[in-house]
């Protein structure tokens, strides 16, 4: 059974950095590529970070990039998501994602993901 566990989210001051992490277990994830998401109040769920599983190939959404770095320790089975000059627009819950296979072209699309966490919640106050 495949499991994520997001970790780390919180309260922050706009300019303020908060580092998340998404735990998974039930099957070897560094064969997988890995995303994540957020969806704030009243909106709908929206594409954050992806990163491939091999070569860790990495794609923005244009409202984070810059700011937010994505890695990943395969030994860990640990994808983690630096965000750094947090925004109050950044508030949302945060999920981390991982396919059952291959996105393909689609790694922006939450209907690729098969396997979602419980999410953790970030606050960015200004």
């Known amino acids: 059974q495949v499991q994520l566990v997001e970790s780390g989210g919180g309260l922050v001051q706009a300019g303020g950095s908060l580092r998340l992490s998404c735990a998974g277990s039930g099957r070897t994830f560094s064969s997988y590529a890995m995303a994540w998401f957020r969806q704030a109040p009243g909106k709908e769920r929206e594409f954050v970070v992806y990163i491939s599983w091999s070569v860790g190939i990495t794609r923005y959404a244009d409202s984070v990039k810059g700011r937010f770095t994505i890695s990943r320790d395969n030994a860990k089975n640990t994808v983690y998501l630096q965000m750094n000059s947090l925004k109050p627009e950044d508030t949302a819950v945060y999920y981390c994602?991982?396919?059952?296979?291959?996105?393909?072209?689609?790694?922006?699309?939450?209907?690729?993901?098969?396997?979602w966490g419980q999410g953790t919640q970030v606050t960015v106050s200004s």
């Open positions: 994602a991982a396919p059952e296979g291959s996105c393909g072209s689609r790694w922006y699309q939450a209907s690729c993901y098969a396997y």
